[in-house]
């Protein structure tokens, strides 16, 4: 990481990907999550299970569980869900 941003070794580890304008792996996360769920969407193959998963999905059983189904966000700006974290 240092050899990409060209930081010297002052630089503290946990700011590098910010210098490399790399986004947080939460955000990462959010976004590739997001972007498999709108390509299940957009198949419409009813015979896959995780496709009734994502539309007709069971109820929630543990209040402390956060279903992907539940974080799904529209096409949110990087810049937005950075500052968020």
């Known amino acids: 990481m240092r050899t990409i941003t060209g ?12 210098l490399a304008h790399i986004d ?8 590739a999550s ?9 198949n419409d193959d009813d015979d896959r299970p995780i496709y009734n998963d994502l539309v ?3 109820n929630k059983r ?4 956060h279903p992907i189904w539940e974080e799904a966000t529209t096409d949110a700006d990087p810049q937005v869900e950075w500052k968020k974290t």
């Open 34 to 42: 997001q972007s498999t769920i709108n390509k299940i969407k957009r």
């Open 56 to 58: 007709h999905h069971p």
């Open 7 to 18: 930081t010297v070794r002052s630089t503290q580890t946990q700011w590098l990907p910010v």
């Open 24 to 31: 947080p792996p939460e955000v990462r996360r959010q976004r």
């Open 62 to 65: 543990l209040k402390s569980r």
